[in-house]
């Protein structure tokens, strides 16, 4: 089975600062990686998603994650963060033997302070 | 649009009395999931459908059940609510053409429901 570890719960950062959201997974298989971003209320949105490739993938908005397969790492990074960034966002991980099923961290909320 | 939703938005329930939430796809995928999100919890995913094929996670409770009566709709039904089930419902969707080669896409998510039991 996989995990993923979300080691911070709450990032406090200024506007227009740079910030990073940590993940980390623990699988015995290969892996697809994703983050959400949940908005108060909302659904989740897909933010971004590593299948193959480029160890460096980029959302629309900004941000990007690189895929370390080394260190079982996918964290998520902005350099320069806006209001509207405020959210929970979630990292994901699935196996690829076709289960089709997410395991979720629990979640890092981001607060952008103006 | 193709999107995913779910109906209603927000649900009030009395302890014990069953409920349904709706989750409707105009994406036609063929896979839909329904996951319970507690607050400030990950979602946890209860059950999915393969097409027609159920699939039920090991520590879903007997409480929550499901059906898939055609492609576009699923249905969360709660035979007998508690104060512990109060969360929110989350459905999602995706593609897998070819399940047994690992082939799986993205899973898209509907807006939720938030249920509450009084």
């Known amino acids: 089975a996989q995990s993923v570890t979300q080691l911070d719960s709450q990032v406090p950062v200024f506007e227009e600062a740079p910030v990073e959201l940590r993940c980390n997974y623990s699988s015995s298989v290969s892996v697809y990686l994703f983050w959400y971003v949940q908005y108060p209320n909302q659904g989740l949105q897909l933010l971004l998603k590593y299948l193959s490739g480029s160890t460096l993938v980029e959302s629309i908005n900004g941000f990007e994650a690189e895929f370390n397969k080394s260190q079982t790492s996918f964290h998520l990074r902005k350099p320069s963060v806006h209001i509207s960034d405020t959210a929970e966002y979630f990292c994901a991980v699935s196996d690829q033997t076709g289960a089709n099923n997410l395991f979720f961290g629990t979640g890092t909320r981001l607060t952008v302070i103006p | 649009d193709a999107m995913v939703i779910q109906n209603p938005r927000y649900q009030v329930t009395q302890f014990g009395k069953p409920v349904t939430l709706s989750c409707s796809q105009t994406?036609?995928?063929?896979?839909m999931y329904w996951y319970q999100q507690k607050s400030s919890q990950a979602p946890k995913l209860l059950f999915h459908?393969?097409?027609?094929?159920?699939?039920n996670e090991a520590d879903t409770p007997d409480n929550f059940q499901s059906r898939r009566p055609n492609t576009s709709f699923c249905f969360l039904d709660i035979r007998s609510p508690g104060l512990g089930d109060a969360a929110m419902y989350l459905c999602?969707?995706?593609?897998?053409?070819?399940?047994?080669?690992?082939?799986?896409?993205?899973?898209?998510f509907g807006p939720g429901t938030r249920l509450t039991v009084l």
């Open positions: 459908y393969y097409d027609k094929d159920f699939n």
């Open positions: 994406l036609n995928h063929n896979v």
């Open positions: 999602a969707t995706s593609t897998s053409r070819m399940r047994l080669a690992g082939i799986t896409d993205t899973q898209y």
